[in-house]
């Protein structure tokens, strides 16, 4: 039985020395925010689309960061996923991000991260959290956690 390769985009969004996640209410995971892109849909069309749908806010997206890709079991279903990580460089209409971002969706929060704390919390997945604890760039001169700290 052939099982798709889902295609998903999320969404970097800073503050400062903050991090926007996605919190499970249920099982209090965190996650970065972003969905599933539909077929024929542009990636950072999705992301827009997604955070729209989650949180009720316009956004502006930015560039391409991170590339991804996870092979795992998840409720005895095999799953393989790609996942494009953007930045996104505006959530609202506002010039500043939002001191508190309201959930659409019964399921999920959204809760403002120190950087500093996200060796200390279950993100999935953990290539995504590794990524975050290191910086977010490939080399100590890269990445969009640059002048943080």
């Avoid at 889902?6 to 996650?31: D, F, M, P, Q």
């Avoid at 990580?85 to 010039?95: C, K, N, W």
């Avoid at 996200?118 to 995504?128: G, K, N, Q």
Wanted: proline share 7%; aromatic share 6%.
């Amino acid at each position: 039985m052939h099982q798709p390769i889902e295609t998903i985009a999320r969404g970097l969004i800073r503050s400062g020395n903050r991090v926007l996640l996605c919190k499970s209410v249920k099982h209090a995971y965190h996650y970065l925010p972003g969905g599933h892109i539909e077929f024929g849909e542009p990636a950072r069309e999705a992301l827009a689309r997604e955070l729209l749908e989650e949180t009720g806010l316009e956004s502006v997206i930015g560039p391409l960061l991170l590339t991804e890709e996870q092979i795992f079991t998840q409720k005895g279903k095999n799953r393989h996923e790609i996942t494009l990580i953007f930045q996104v460089d505006r959530l609202g209409l506002a010039p500043a991000m939002p001191d508190e971002v309201p959930s659409q969706e019964d399921k999920i929060a959204f809760v403002w991260v120190d950087l500093a704390a996200v060796p200390d919390l279950v993100i999935y997945p953990e290539s995504t959290k590794a990524w975050l604890a290191s910086g977010g760039g490939v080399e100590a001169s890269e990445g969009p956690f640059l002048g943080v700290g």
